[in-house]
């Protein structure tokens, strides 16, 4: 009977850790950050950016998180709505967590409108983690693929 329990435990255990492994560390981390640039939350993106965070599109390159704040973060979540990402490939350390993939955003106008334009691309998210805090972006780097 305390084997039986044990299988059933070690099978429980095997599915549970299959179910919760389907979304990496980073891709949950970038589906976090992209909630909140949907939502146009922008206190919530500030939080989840390290205070050095870098931002780098084909359009700018920005440094720091009060510069990301007051540009990219108060223009282009009105303007770009991330409709999917998919994460290409995942590196974990103990204090760098790398995120690798490929995004398309929905096109929208001045009045909040959905064009039928889409932007698409490739991402690069470096996640950063200093003692007794959470995981935050250090980097942001877009690409578009035309």
Known sequence: ?????????FLSLCLCSFALGQDSLTDLLTKQFHQAWNSGNINTMV????PNAVYKSPQQIRYGRDKIETSVLKTNPKIYKVQSTKELHSQVYDCLALAIGEYTFNIYDEYGYKTSKQLKGTYTYVFTK???????LQMMIFDEIR
């Open 130 to 136: 200093r003692s007794d805090q959470d995981w935050k």
């Open 1 to 9: 009977m305390k084997k039986l329990f044990l299988y059933t435990m």
């Open 47 to 50: 939080s989840l950016l390290q």
